[in-house]
């Protein structure tokens, strides 16, 4: 069964920085896309940052370049979102997904973990 488990939320002020961990379990990340994504009250879900499980390819919102960097460990099965330079609008429920041979539809995904930027 592909099980993802997010975690590193947490209340940060403007400027600081969070590191986001999804950790992968039931399948490899060989042909699998890990995505992650973020989420406020009464918003969309939006794409934040993704990256090929070899990590050739990666992507980031407009929003988030040069802040956030996402990296993968296929000997952890983790998948990481490094934060920096938060600011308030980062401020969000964030998940990570999974799609599988590279179709780049997310099937399948994890709980999610708060980041609160204060101002």
């Known amino acids: 069964e592909v099980q993802l488990q997010a975690s590193g939320g947490g209340l940060v002020n403007t400027g600081g920085s969070l590191r986001l961990s999804c950790v992968a379990s039931?399948?490899?990340?060989?042909?699998?896309?890990i995505g992650w994504f973020r989420q406020t009250p009464g918003k969309e879900r939006v794409g934040v940052s993704c990256?090929?499980?070899?990590?050739?390819?990666?992507t980031y919102a407009d929003s988030v370049k040069g802040r956030f960097t996402i990296s993968v460990d296929n000997a952890k099965d983790t998948v990481d979102l490094q934060m920096n330079n938060l600011k308030p609008e980062d401020t969000a429920v964030y998940y990570c997904?999974?799609?599988?041979?590279?179709?780049?539809?997310?099937?399948?995904w994890g709980q999610g973990t708060l980041v609160t930027v204060s101002s």
């Open positions: 039931g399948f490899t990340f060989d042909g699998w896309v």
């Open positions: 997904a999974a799609a599988a041979g590279g179709s780049w539809t997310f099937q399948h």
């Open positions: 990256i090929t499980g070899n990590g050739e390819i990666t």
